[in-house]
């Protein structure tokens, strides 16, 4: 087997249409799931049990039924209901729904790591509910789930090729689509293998760098 930079050359330019459409799906998918994740685990904290049980039971059936069936049911079933989106949309959805359940657990752990006292005295300051949460509580707990959050972002991007199921074409799906179209796997393939290592790796570093940011 001999290495051939040519049809690296020829598969750049699929790559790189790979590469948007992964970014796309990772950047949109880590707002959802953060957005909602934070959404439920504030909907735990609430008073009555009549909207704390129903979350529970959403988000643990959510969380323990595997990504792949989640993207099967919303592209395949949910269309038969005259509710159709697009592949991509489809799987940003999906994506966002499944790590939002696991971002919620983050958020909920870093709120109750917050000193009891800082309760207190948001309370002794006569503060709304409102006020007490956005300007004490949530900036601390943010804080403190940052790495975490981090590592369920790299996760997301470890899980973008499943998106080839649903016909969204990735990295993973440009891959082997030009390897079955041309008979040449081990490039493509390489080069998407080394573009997941960088691309995590400079992750890594960017919310290690916003992490010692928000400590300072």
Known sequence: ????WG??????????????VTLQALALGSVISFVLGLVWALLMRAPS?????PVGAVTEFIRNTPLLVQLFFLFYVLPEWNITFSALTTGVVAIGLHYSTYTMQVYRAGIEAVPVGQWEA???LNLPPRRTWTAVILPQAV????????????AMLKDTPMLM?????DMLGEARL???QNFQFTEPLTVIGVAFILISYLASVLLRALERRLVR
């Open 165 to 169: 199921a649903i016909t969204v074409l």
């Open 143 to 154: 804080r403190r789930v940052v790495p975490a959050l981090g590592n369920y972002v790299i």
């Open 178 to 180: 030009f390897a079955q």
């Open 7 to 20: 049809a690296v050359a020829d598969f750049m330019p699929h790559f790189w249409d790979g590469l948007l």
């Open 49 to 53: 049990r009549f909207v704390r049980w």
């Open 1 to 4: 087997m001999q290495w051939d």
């Open 122 to 124: 948001a309370t002794a």
